[in-house]
């Protein structure tokens, strides 16, 4: 690592010293400010350069710029910054002359829908690692029945598969907590991150917009968050919105497993403050695929809010109460239509946010929260002479809390605008039920972070991190651990460095280095028997350590007319990885394959290709591939389990304004870099189609027709955690949604 940060510096050294002035020896110079057209506030580190040169510099932390040694004659002096209107200047200089220009630039804004403000808390713009946002209508057309199925495919993304309802995206072949799935950016309180067979409590038609970051995000959100952060965010609390009403209406059907969903949303507002109301309901029966139908793998789920939002100028906020009910099965005991596996889950939430300006050094800031309550069975039945008899063989309870306080300061010195915060969340967790395989849990995790930017020239900033969490871990006894009493204490630290540098208008580069820490979870340290939903015998190792993890990505992006590319490339080194591995052996009383928990030092590095090619003005290609390779090698060379194989993707779509017509295919290799005991699956080929209209009238109407896996190709997802291994992935599906904004 020592070595990777040592290039790194002299890589960015040479790009800080590469010349942003040019040496004509005239004496003649310019200095001045920027200011601001609306309030005459002097603007820091915003591009001022001399048109048709490569003379330039970035005003300082006072708005106040110098140019030296400028070539005799006529110029034309340009600022141009994100956020404002481009502003220039003309003037003519003689050699041992200096004038001073001071130049207005009028605020604009910035366009929040093309920054990912998961990645910056500051929405400077400038990115260190690759993110990427979904609204309107590309959300519209992945919507599916949960976030793992819509997000999968996307570059560096895959699916983690039990049906569909309890599919979770993994990152860069990282599930779990190393990734972080959020809900307007505070943790959710769900158990999603802790088994193949718990879902994320929230309809993917309820989201507004997602944002992904591939990489640590600054790990503003937990020490733990190397592979990446969802954010999924809604609009239950209200922050734009006209006067009057307005809402919108879902409907989407599929064929593939009979599926019906519906969504609405009613927001009523006037200029001071807004009320809104949504629900959606979602229900399907089993998958059908190619070989047959999957038994188990309906669904039947609810989710409703109520929210308050205001704005009292310098104040912006609101609350939102939330509820959520899922009731879906599980694809166990397939061979006996008498007998299954039902998991339901009840989520009750409230939500709060608010901003604020002041005046000062501090001068924006931001608070939220999110405080619910979860519980969850997992139901055991059999069909005896038309009566149905059940088990809970497992049962959750879950109250937690998440906190953020985030406080932006001015720009000063060196500096540009930064943040620091502080994050409290905390969860207790009790656990029952005839098969309890583990006790419960009770967590509390206190952590300060800063968050900051240093420009270096108009052309080179870089971005520091640092975290520091203090976490408390116990144990809670219940009927199968009643005399558990174990506990843990840990002071993490964690950090990213980063750089973004922009060479030429087209090209951008950015990269980042980051540590992460990671406290074993209450499964990892303790479990031990058969958990039903997830159809394994699991077993704890209540000695494994800290996982801490080291981290480089970098990335590459051109953006030249009609050629959009970026490639991505990246490696995690962790010690002590906390790994989920199958044994050769089965638990003889439940018939369950048996895993274990064990840490070793482990590597994933990989890359990732996404682009786009706009071969006329209305049809465009795009392109893409992701790759990751996975090994353990401090207690042998083999591959790490759950690693999904290579990937390329590429799509083509005409858009003729009033709809669209397109195609995408999505073909994996082979994998067969598998850890012992787990069975390689084959390639696979999938072909598509979608197709689009849109509608003016009362309200703005779209219509999509999309059709899935076309060929009705049988395959088999190699991160399915279908433990019967010949009902492949869901076969040929048809989807149509409508959907009204009014």
Known sequence: MRTIITVFTAFAVSLISYGA?????????????????????????????????????????????????????????????????????????????????????????????EIVITASPTASGFRYQPDMAYIGETLQKRSEVSFGEMLNHSPGIAMRSL?????????????????????????????????????????????????????????????????????????????????????????????????????????WGNDDYAFTGRIAHRQSSDIRTPDGILPGTSMNNYDGALGFGFDRGGILGGLSVSAANQVFEIPENIDDPDEGVEV?????????????????????????????????????????????????????????????????????????????GVNLHGHRMDVGGDEAYTPGEMRFNLGVFTFQEIPLSSKMRLQAGLRIDYQHTGAISNELFPDISAKRNALNYTGSIGFNHRPVEELEIGGQFARSHRNPSVEELYADGPHLGAGVYEIGNSNIKD????????????????????????????????????????????????????GDEARLMGFELSGSVRLLDNLELGIGADYVDGRRFANGT?????????????????????????????????????????????????????????????????????????????????????????????????????????
Do not use: C
Request: aromatic share 12%.
């Open 21 to 113: 002035t040019e040496d004509y020896n005239t004496d003649a110079n310019v200095f001045g400010h920027v200011v601001s057209a609306e309030d005459g506030e002097h603007i820091p580190f915003i591009n001022v350069l001399i048109e048709g040169t490569r003379i330039g510099t970035i005003t300082d932390a006072s708005g106040h710029y110098m140019l030296t040694n400028l070539p005799e004659g006529r110029h034309t002096l340009v600022v141009k910054g994100m956020g404002y209107e481009p502003a220039s200047v003309e003037f003519e200089i003689s050699a041992n002359q200096t004038l001073e220009i001071d130049i207005e630039v009028h605020y604009t804004g910035i366009d929040l829908e």
């Open 638 to 742: 083999e591959y790490l389990p759950f690693i999904p194989p290579f990937r390329f993707m590429t799509d083509m779509e005409y858009d003729f304004g009033r709809g669209w017509i397109g195609a995408r295919m999505v073909s994996a290799a082979r994998q067969g870099r598998v850890a012992p005991e787990e069975e390689a699956t084959d390639g696979y080929t999938l072909l598509g189609f979608t197709a689009g209209y849109r509608l003016t009238g009362p309200g703005r109407h779209i219509i999509i027709l999309r059709v899935d896996n076309i060929l009705d190709q049988s395959y088999r997802d190699h991160l399915s955690r279908v433990a019967e291994r010949n009902f492949p992935m869901p076969g040929r599906n048809f989807t149509l949604a409508y959907r009204l904004f009014f």
């Open 547 to 598: 996982e801490v993890g080291q981290g480089a990505d970098l990335f590459i992006r051109w953006n030249d007319g009609p050629f959009d590319i970026e490639l991505a490339g990246f490696v995690n080194y962790f010690r002590n990885y906390i790994i989920f591995e199958p044994t050769d052996d089965v638990d003889p009383a439940s018939g369950f394959p048996v895993f274990r928990y064990l």
């Open 344 to 420: 339901r889950m009840q989520r009750q939430a409230l939500q709060g946010r608010m901003n604020f300006v002041n005046e000062g050094f501090m001068d924006r800031g931001q608070v939220r929260f999110n405080a619910s309550r979860m519980f969850q069975q997992e139901i055991e039945y059999e069909w005896e002479d038309g009566v149905i008899d059940e088990d809970v063989e497992l049962e959750y309870e879950k109250y937690a809390f998440s906190s953020t306080l985030t406080l932006q300061h001015k720009p000063f010195e060196f500096f540009d605008r930064g943040a620091v």
């Open 163 to 267: 049906g569909s309802s309890p599919a979770r995206p993994v990152i860069r072949g990282m599930d779990g907590d190393r990734i972080l799935v959020l809900e307007n950016g505070e943790r959710m309180g769900d158990i999603s991150e802790t088994s193949a067979d718990h879902s994320i409590a929230l309809d993917p038609l309820v989201a507004s917009r997602i944002e992904v970051v591939r990489g640590p995000a600054s790990l503003l959100y937990g020490s733990s968050a190397l592979g990446g952060v969802i954010n999924l965010m809604t609009t239950d609390i209200p922050d734009r919105w006209d006067a009057g009403s307005s809402g919108v209406v879902s409907l989407q059907g599929a064929t593939m497993n009979r599926m019906g969903a519906g969504f609405g949303r009613y927001t």
